[in-house]
């Protein structure tokens, strides 16, 4: 089977890329080893703090963060990060070329289950005007990354990966310790009867997201005229995964709980590199009013309202707006 590097190349990504992804690779092949090691290694629970965004972390989230961070600091090709788990930009080596945006461990209230969790990454080119933890430089359109990807740990350590070059999968064989390539050009499938949303907000979504899975609930006794069915792993990362595996839409969109926010997704962290991914497999991600792609974030932690998936069904939720 191929491996990582002989698809990067043949996709013509740069040697520093290519040597950045593998840096930032093994980062999540640690954290895949933290992972699985569980409660024998004491790493599952919940820490006392919270972060940026309120929420109280997990051990793995703070463990899987600063893996990254550590990782990606000492690397040398990194100007700076930002993170879902840390307040501010940090800035790493200043003559750095790259500037990384990541999750560190998306999904983590699924840790207290043993069900799927991963990591959502995105690279853009660091712009040589910046200072190193200048947090402006990371307010690019996704439009603007050169790669972007996820490593789900699940049954087995999957990446999904693109440098704008179509979307691919690689399995970790943890006999050798690399990705090999197990599905090249992802295809997401045109049509779906799968959905991803979490119904117990259905009582705070806006009229046009009620009518929507109003329609999808009626099956073949309303307008769709056939049946639905519906999975939610409470973790992007799992819910996207089975979206380009075999297609699906997946929402999360506004609603009126907090009438501040846009959506609970974050930019940056989820977003965006979801949309590069789905979007690279044939699939489309919107906002609801626009192109993920091209929405020119005004702050790091930003959130936005999201669909994505397969081609007519994101069309077909897009029409009831
Ligand atoms: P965390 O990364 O904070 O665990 O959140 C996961 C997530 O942002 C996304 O991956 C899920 O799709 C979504 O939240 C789940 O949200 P619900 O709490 O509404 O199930």
């Keep these: 089977m191929k491996r990582l590097n002989s698809q990067l190349q043949d996709d013509g990504a ?15 092949k640690e954290i895949s080893f933290r992972v699985s090691q569980g409660a024998l290694a004491g790493v599952l629970g919940s820490t006392l703090s919270e972060n940026i965004q309120g929420e109280t972390q997990k051990k793995l989230d703070v463990i899987s963060n600063q893996i990254l961070k550590d990782i990606l600091s000492e690397s040398g090709y990194v100007k700076a990060i930002s993170s879902e788990e840390e307040d501010d930009v940090v800035g790493c080596n200043p003559n750095g070329n790259y500037l990384v945006s990541f999750d560190p461990l998306d999904g983590s209230s699924n840790t207290d289950i043993n069900s799927l969790i991963g990591t959502i990454f995105s690279i853009t080119h660091a712009p040589q005007w910046m200072e190193a933890d200048d947090p402006s430089a990371f307010l690019q359109p996704a439009s603007q990354i050169v790669a972007a990807g996820y ?7 999957m990446l999904a990966l693109t440098t704008g070059k179509g979307t691919h999968l690689y399995t970790l064989d943890k006999t050798h310790g690399g990705f090999l390539l197990t599905t090249a050009n992802v295809k997401i499938p045109v049509q779906t009867s799968e959905y991803a949303i979490n119904g117990s907000n259905q009582r705070h979504w806006e009229t046009s997201t009620q009518q929507y899975i109003g329609d999808l609930l009626l099956g073949t006794n309303g307008p769709r005229e056939r049946d639905f069915n519906m999975r939610w792993v409470a973790a992007m990362v799992g819910d996207i995964h089975r979206i380009l595996c075999r297609g699906g839409v997946f929402l999360y969109p506004y609603d009126k709980r907090d009438p501040t926010k846009a959506g609970k997704l974050r930019l940056l962290y989820e977003a965006n590199p979801m949309a590069f991914l789905i979007e690279q497999a044939g699939g489309l991600a ?36």
């Design 14 to 28: 740069p040697m520093e890329l290519i040597l950045l992804l593998r840096t930032l690779l093994a980062g999540c």
């Design 151 to 157: 490593v789900l740990y699940g049954p087995s350590t």
């Design 286 to 321: 919107d906002t609801g009013t626009g192109r993920i792609m091209e929405v020119m974030p005004t702050e790091i932690h930003q959130r936005v309202a999201v669909v994505l998936g397969s081609k007519q069904e994101v069309e077909a939720c897009l029409s009831y707006r």
